[in-house]
Every structure is written in C-alpha cells, then in structure tokens.
C-alpha cells in the first residue's frame, strides 16, 4: 500500500534528482565563471566564454562528468535512503541525510574525477558544483513536499479505506493513518465483529457494519482497499471478505504484526515458492554487511602489514622474558555461538589459566567475566601490550579468516557465556570484533550490565557510520591508554 506508492514515488524523485542534477552543471559553469571575473583569477580549461556556446564546448570536453555526477549522487542517495519513506519522514531528518550522503557523494565525485584521470578539472568548478547541488537539492525536495501535501489536503489523488478491526493495533493503525494526512490515505469507516458496535464512532470514524456486511458494503461506496487489523481469533471469519474484494477487484491487506515484538520486524520473504514471514532481530542490507566484510578484509590485511614490524618485535620480546608459546589461543564464541579460536599476544605467565581458580575471589568485575587491576600472572611485557593494546594485534588473523569483524561485541570465552542471563546471549547475534562501544567507553571501568547493554545498544543501531565513528574513538583510546587495565 504506502510501501508501494513509496517505491513508486522513489522512482520518480531519482529521475527529478538526476535532471536537477544535471541542471546543476549549466548553473555551476556561470556561477563558477562570475566567481573568476570578481576574483580576477585564471581561466578554466576549455572556458572560451560566459556564453551558452561556451558552455557547449567545457561541456563537450568534460561529458563525462556532466553524465557521472548526476549518477553518482543518485546511487549515493538511493544507499542512505533518500528515496525511502519519502514522505513519512521528518524535513529535518530529510535534511540531515542529504547532508551526509551529499558529503560522500562529493568524496566519490572527486575519486571519480582522479580514477577518470580528468587532469583538467577545475577545483573550483568542482566546490562550485557540490554547493549548488547541495542548494538546489534541498529546495526541490522542500518544493516536493509542499506540492504533495496540497494535492492530498485538498482531496486529491487519495485512496479510500476501509478498516477491519477496532482493537488496539487496529486504533494504532487509523492513529497512524489520521497523523499523516501527506500519506494520501482517507478512512472511509469500520468494521467490528460486534453487533454492539454498529453505528458507533471509534477514533473518529463510524462503525458501518459486521465482517459479514463487507459483501455488501464494498458495493454501496467507493472502497480502495481493505485492511484487516484484527484479532488471530478472527481468521477464519475473514476468508469470505477476502473473496468478496476479490472477486470485485478491491485490493486486501492484513496486518502481519500479530505478536507483541519490541525489537524483532517483520518481513516477508519468499523460500522456493514458499512464503514465510521473518521476524529479524538485526536490522541490515545485504549489500551493508557485504561493505563491512570486505572493510574487514581491506582494514585487517592492510594493518597487519603496517605493524608487522611491531608484531615482530612484540614477539621477540615476549620470548626472551619467559618461556612458553608467542601466541595465546582460547576457544570463543563467535556468531549465534559458533566455536572459533582466537589468537591474542601471550601477555601472562604460561600457566595462567591453570592459576585462574585461585584467584577467582580477587575477581575486580561483577557477571560471569574475571578482571582485576593487578594481576600476579601478568609478565612485564604483557603490562606494555595490554596497556598499548597491542596484545590484540593478532586477531587481525581472526578477522581475515571471517571468524571476527574489525567492530563487534567483544567475544566471550564458553564459560561466560554458559553463565550469561537469557537477554545477554542476544549480543552473540552479531559477528564479535576487535573494538566496540564497550572498548571506547571506559573498559574494565564499566559494569558487566553496562558492556551488554552498550553491544546490545551497537546491534540496535548498527550501521556502517556506526562502525566508522567506533573505529576514530578507538584510535584515541589505544593511543592514550584509557580505561586499559
């Protein structure tokens, strides 16, 4: 229904976005010309003249970048959802989206130029263009927005409802309905199984009839669409309506959210010809977590090359000071469970966990995790690389192999995790990482109910921004040591 016009509606704006963009060229080229004559400065390559056939011919050198902007910004927009829930969402979110996505698609309208090896461009042309692009963007969209609600408040271009149900997700949805009059959407009336109910207003709008009057009603007015928001119970009883508009042409919807989900959505997908409905408690595109594997892959392989030489000299250190492996290896639990081994610079004695029992009444953190600030295991290297948080530097090897990912909750050790109360094992629905919120927060300084709060609080928000902002408070923390014990 909305989802529909919405998509259809995206289609729309991506074509105004590319023309405008495209508008945009013409309009940078004489702003940027105006801008040389009152500074005096140079003239751009293949400029002969602030004239239209002077625009003809920067435009004949430079096609490829009066064509590739324009496309460029589009495919940025359409990833940070420009286009979706157009008109439900607020201006000022609308905003502050096309702000961002419009500062990536200046980046790889820049990396385009280099890539295109287009050695002539003009820098200021190209800060010139991203302005005026930023300008007129945010003007059609605010233009849009004002023409869509004055075509829909003057009863134009609507779709007439008629809802089945009046219970609380049935008055949540009319709720909805009736709070977005830009929706295009007009309630016609209701329809209860409650013979009680009939004639009666509810939100506003009249009880018409009973599920079995829907026959007969979709014939007396102009019906769009009908939804069903109703009760599990009342099923079967719909089956005959659903026939009724169906046999007359009249489009069916019936609401999907049965069940009291706070974090779950639902979605509906389709398995070999058969439909199922998904109830996904981690909410990401496939092409996002594609992006975050191959960051991982791009990120781990390039630092183990930058501090190889560190590693190296980690690893010397380590075994002159006392005997035993380079390496410490302990089985962790990774996505939804799995059993991977994790590799970390030995930063304790070799018998370290063999010690770990009696020591457990000096345990320093609450939960099932152990920690305590100074621990008689830790060898005089090991303070160093812990403090440094160069002991990590290793599982770079775990993230290449796919086992971690650069930012993800922190792995637990089996033991923890065997311990952990049924709302904590929901942070093992995420690949685990290297750094997280919990990382860049405070570390051992916070309580074991604040870590799972703050990585439950990363997967409910995760995005690649998310990870990116993580990864920039990350290098500060590792570079002055805080919250390391």
Request: proline share 3%.
């Amino acid at each position: 229904m909305v989802s529909e016009r919405e998509k259809f509606l995206g289609n729309i704006l991506k074509g105004i976005d590319f023309v405008v963009l495209l508008v945009v060229f013409p309009i940078a080229y004489f702003l940027d010309e105006f801008i040389r004559q009152i500074a005096q400065l140079n003239i751009k390559a293949y400029a002969t003249s602030a004239t239209f056939s002077g625009f003809l011919n920067f435009a004949s050198n430079f096609w490829m970048l009066f064509g590739g902007f324009p496309l460029i910004w589009v495919v940025i927009f359409s990833i940070y959802g420009i286009y979706e829930g157009y008109r439900t969402r607020p201006f000022k979110k609308l905003v502050w989206l096309i702000i961002v996505s419009g500062l990536w698609a200046t980046l790889a309208s820049g990396n385009f130029v280099f890539l295109a090896k287009l050695q002539m461009t003009s820098r200021l042309f190209f800060v010139v263009y991203a302005t005026t692009a930023y300008i007129l963007i945010l003007l059609e969209k605010w233009a849009l927005l004002k023409i869509l609600d004055n075509v829909h408040s003057k009863g134009l271009n609507q779709e007439n409802l008629l809802i089945v149900g009046t219970g609380k997700r049935a008055l949540e949805f009319i709720d909805a309905v009736h709070n977005h009059g830009n929706w295009g959407l007009k309630i016609v009336g209701l329809i209860d199984d409650d013979h009680a109910l009939y004639g009666k207003k509810i939100a506003g709008y009249r009880v018409m009839g009973r599920i079995k009057d829907i026959p007969f009603i979709i014939n007396q007015i102009v019906i769009d669409r009908v939804i069903f928001v109703v009760p599990r119970h009342w099923l079967p009883l719909i089956e005959e309506a659903i026939l009724a508009c169906e046999e007359v042409g009249i489009n069916t919807a019936l609401s999907l959210d049965f069940y009291n989900l706070t974090l779950a959505q639902t979605k509906q997908t389709d398995f070999n010809g058969f439909p199922l409905l998904e109830f996904k408690t981690f909410h990401a595109r496939e092409w996002q977590l594609f992006i975050k594997r191959l960051l991982d892959i791009i990120i781990s392989a390039l630092s183990l090359i930058i501090f190889s030489p560190i590693m190296l000299i980690t690893a010397i250190a380590i075994k002159l000071e006392t005997r035993g492996p380079i390496l410490f290896k302990q089985v962790r639990c990774g996505l939804k469970g799995r059993k991977f081994v994790l590799y970390k610079f030995r930063s304790m004695i070799n018998n370290a966990e063999e010690m770990k029992a009696d020591l457990a009444q000096e345990n320093e953190m609450d939960g099932p995790v152990f920690k305590m600030k100074k621990d008689p295991r830790i060898t005089n290297v090991g303070s160093f690389i812990r403090k440094t948080s160069i002991d990590e530097l290793p599982q770079l090897f775990n993230v290449l192999k796919g086992d971690m990912s650069i930012v993800g909750p922190r792995p637990p050790i089996v033991s923890e995790v065997e311990n952990y109360k049924i709302w904590q094992r929901r942070r093992l629905s995420l690949k685990p990482g290297i750094t997280c919120i919990w990382q860049v927060s405070g570390r051992n300084k916070l309580s074991f109910d604040q870590w799972m709060k703050m990585d439950l609080e990363y997967i409910d928000n995760w995005s690649l921004m998310l990870d990116w902002r993580i990864m920039m408070k990350t290098f500060f923390v590792v570079i002055t040591g805080y919250g390391a014990e």
